[in-house]
């Protein structure tokens, strides 16, 4: 493979290789190079750096967080409130990526139209929305293809046909080739099902 040609200049120290990614390498290293480089997997991060995330972002778009029943104690006007419990709930359910939240809040903010001479307030309603719209986790090439392909395939074998069909939308809302699924399919008709029925139908 081309990557062996790294394998001599990483081993002699001529060269110092650096790599960053949302997906697991081992997909797209080969084990020799892999064992050879030092991998250093980032934390999800906790709820309260994403608080601090989300209230930065949310001041640095002109808005404010406010505690429940409170008014911000700022002079200047803000261009939209946002209560702190929302903010707390947004951290908790974006499972550690910042990503997701900050998607959710720009589209919460994008669903809104301002009022003139009224301050717009986000609520937790908006926020719901923004995450339904922005939480659809799914790359056709990565860890999280493959895992959904698995889920798809155990739901079918445990005959529970809920959790198929929605493991199936999964791959459709995200953009998955139809053929692709249609061979998943066949492959499953073959290996879970045709295995349990010993006479045809």
Same mark, same amino acid.
């Given at each position: 493979?081309?990557?062996?040609?790294?394998?001599?200049?990483?081993?002699?120290?001529?060269?110092?290789?650096?790599?960053?990614?949302?997906?697991?390498?081992?997909?797209?290293?080969?084990?020799?190079?892999?064992?050879?480089?030092?991998?250093?997997?980032?934390?999800?991060?906790?709820?309260?750096?994403?608080?601090?995330?989300? !209230?930065?972002?949310?001041?640095?778009?002109?808005?404010?967080?406010?505690?429940?029943?409170?008014?911000?104690?700022?002079?200047? !006007?803000p261009r939209f409130l946002m209560d702190s419990e929302t903010v707390l709930w947004l951290a908790e359910m974006c499972? #550690?990526?910042?990503?997701?939240?900050?998607?959710?809040?720009?589209?919460?903010?994008?669903?809104?139209?301002?009022?003139?001479?009224?301050?717009?307030?986000?609520?937790?309603?908006?926020?719901?929305?923004?995450?339904?719209?922005?939480?659809?986790?799914?790359?056709?090439?990565?860890?999280?293809?493959?895992?959904?392909?698995?889920?798809?395939?155990?739901?079918?074998?445990?005959?529970?046909?809920?959790?198929?069909?929605?493991?199936?939308?999964?791959?459709?809302? #995200?953009?998955?080739?139809?053929?692709?699924? +249609?061979?998943?399919?066949?492959? +499953?008709?073959?290996?879970?099902?045709? !295995?349990?029925? !010993?006479?045809p139908p």
């Amino acid at each position: 493979m081309l990557q062996d040609i790294f394998l001599p200049h990483i081993e002699s120290g001529t060269i110092t290789l650096i790599g960053a990614t949302t997906e697991n390498p081992s997909f797209s290293l080969n084990s020799a190079l892999l064992s050879r480089c030092r991998v250093i997997v980032l934390e999800k991060l906790d709820t309260e750096s994403l608080v601090t995330i989300l !209230t930065r972002a949310v001041r640095g778009v002109g808005g404010r967080v406010v505690h429940q029943g409170l008014t911000p104690s700022e002079p200047d !006007t803000p261009r939209f409130l946002m209560d702190s419990e929302t903010v707390l709930w947004l951290a908790e359910m974006c499972d #550690g990526d910042a990503r997701i939240a900050l998607n959710s809040l720009q589209l919460a903010l994008q669903s809104r139209d301002t009022v003139p001479g009224r301050i717009l307030m986000i609520s937790l309603d908006d926020i719901k929305d923004g995450v339904k719209r922005s939480h659809l986790l799914y790359d056709k090439k990565g860890e999280e293809h493959y895992n959904i392909v698995s889920a798809m395939h155990k739901s079918i074998r445990a005959s529970d046909d809920n959790a198929a069909l929605y493991w199936l939308t999964r791959m459709l809302q #995200g953009g998955e080739d139809p053929v692709f699924i +249609a061979r998943r399919l066949v492959r +499953a008709a073959s290996e879970d099902i045709g !295995t349990v029925l !010993t006479t045809p139908p």
